[in-house]
């Protein structure tokens, strides 16, 4: 099989960035294959990249590569890294959007190797303060997929940032939690997971002062317009309205509190 390398950006697709960052890629590892996971991460929003890259990384093949390009901070001293994380590699910057990856490792035992790119040679001859994506990540990411090691980018560290995680917190009569993704139908997901449910009955989910009475499995056991609450596809409890859009109707926002009572 070929080399496989994935993009996560918020480069949009209006602009050409992605093209020349793919356009890198082929120039030094011509059998790689690339996968476009998105680019339509809201602009310099790492939190939601990091959410995205914890849905998505352990679904593809060993030894996939992964291109994250949500850099705020480009330019600057931040790191660089390129790394590997169970089965998979990673590589783009510093900045947290490994958070909710890395505390899946944690969970499940995954081993975890990071460099700091460092080392020149491995990148764009002309490098732009601005577009490490193109002159940095991408070559480092084509020489990965014609077998370079981790070791030779640059040097070991085990400290990636990482980004502030609200806790579920339980409270007297059930469980508090918070907003963590909005997706394309306007769904909200929490960081509340199914089995943090699992001790308790008569759910009643209040959120943005709205109240929905139950946890469904489908959305087909409600009426269309109506507000739902589920367990989504990754587990996490999500509030939905049936063939509508949830975030619109309440004006939901990312770290609104969801509250979970029991009865």
Known sequence: MPPLITLTTDFGVRDGDVSVCKGVIKSIAPSAEIIDVTHLISPQNVREAAVVLSRTLRYFPENTIHMFVVDPGVGTARRGLAGRIGSQFVVGPDNGALTLVLLQAEQNGWPLEFVSLTESKYWRAEVSSIFHGR???????????????????GPVFTNPVRLPIAPVTRTENGLRGEIIFTDHFGNCSSNIRAEDLASLSNLTVKVRGAEIGGVVKTFGERTPGELVALINHVGELEVAVVNGNAQQRLGVQVGDKVEVIST
């Open 135 to 153: 002159d940095i990540f991408a070559p480092v990411c084509a020489h990965l997929a014609n077998g370079a090691p981790l070791s030779a980018f």
